[in-house]
């Protein structure tokens, strides 16, 4: 059975939607499609920089490195210049390493390819005028362009069990004539930067 509706109650009609309303739901709106737009700009700029799809760091290569050497005699008479040193030869310190060519400038230069690794070496330098027989007077000089020097093993021409490189306070140091280092391959040169500018003290400039 149906109830009827008295006459005086009338049923409420639904309030036309007002500003407030559309300005609610269009700023919704609004908000949800500019986060859409900006995680589609996002991943886009991720996957064109690379980022999403890094391999890593690249593959060390570990085979052979050519290594240059040069070296510049002090004194006059030089005719040839050779690279000895211990390279995991068998003819190491017996046999040189490496002869290096007379350039125009006066100094010897070469180059030779080694493997990985730290070696200890010299300079065998034949030829001084001031030699008793200047064409066959040999000297053995460490490497002026390397950083590092080292004991130089008892296989080198210049070990001697009788020097007493610190002193006579200890003999730790008994037979260790330095020997140029290589590691291989060379560290590379970190890049200099030059600064300028003006040095100021309590607002005013610096003395000095």
Sequence with gaps: MESAMPNHVKPRAAAPAGPRSFFVSGLRSFFVS??????????????????????????????????????RP?????????????FGRTSDWKQPLLKLAAQPDGSFAGTATLPRGAYAYLFAVHGDVHGATPQSTRHYSVDPAAPVVVFCPSAAPTYSSTDLSMGHFTDVM???????????????????????????YDGGPAPG
């Design 34 to 71: 500019g986060l859409v737009a900006l995680t589609t700009l996002a991943g886009c700029a991720a996957s064109e920089s690379g980022v999403a799809d890094d391999p890593g760091p690249p593959a060390v290569d570990a085979g052979p490195v050519r290594v240059d050497f040069s070296y």
């Design 74 to 86: 002090l004194w006059a008479g030089v005719s040839v210049v050779e690279v000895i040193g211990g």
């Design 174 to 200: 008994v037979g260790a004539n330095p020997c140029s280092q290589l590691v291989v391959p060379k560290a590379q040169n970190p890049a200099q930067q030059t600064l300028s500018g003006r040095v100021t």
